[in-house]
């Protein structure tokens, strides 16, 4: 590869992983440059999925207490602030905040709609060695379902989704090379496949077109 050509990105992009995830909030916590607020949602996920599988509780019973026990801290905190002068409990800004909501909400509607449209053009047979790669990786989703709850394969995807693009991100061209070289075996391994195989499937004869 000369020097003048751009290196090529993992899946074809041309922006930065910041501006894939959408450029605002939650690419900052995704990406660790929010630390405060990617730890506690890494540790508030973790605390919830060990409640629930390994302590077993019910996740309405979970909820209850949790809202019960954030009520009593609040009433014992409204309580004492005048005695003690506190500052009175307050809704955090974060979760007032409109424009991070927006911001989530949008990012969320864009990377559905590229799914949905990946997933399209998958289908329709477009790129055959990503066709049978994306029916192989849901065959293996669905016998790793077999094994694991709902709540484990949720938890994992999001402990992947708050470390895999603070990871890419931190050794990119690393990732893009070795990527670069699986797809070019991927491509060449379907290739011998499609000469030897595919080529071979006898074919019926064209019809043509009756015209008017």
Partial sequence: MSESTPPVKLFGRERPIHHVLGGGTVADVLLWRNKTAAA?????????WFLIEVVEYNFVSLLSQILITAMLVVFIWSALSEQFQWTPCKIPEVILDEPTF???ASTFHERLKQFLSFILDIGCGKNLPLFFLTLVSLWILSVIGNYFSFCN???????????????YERYEED????????????????SEFDFSFLNKIPRGPVKEKKTT
């Fill in 175 to 190: 990732v893009d090379s070795h990527a670069r070289m699986m797809h070019q075996q991927i491509k060449k391994m379907f």
């Fill in 40 to 48: 506690s949602l890494l540790i508030g996920v973790t605390v919830i």
């Fill in 153 to 167: 394969i949720l938890f994992v995807g999001l402990l992947c989704l708050e470390t895999l693009p603070f990871l």
């Fill in 102 to 104: 927006k911001a989530a």
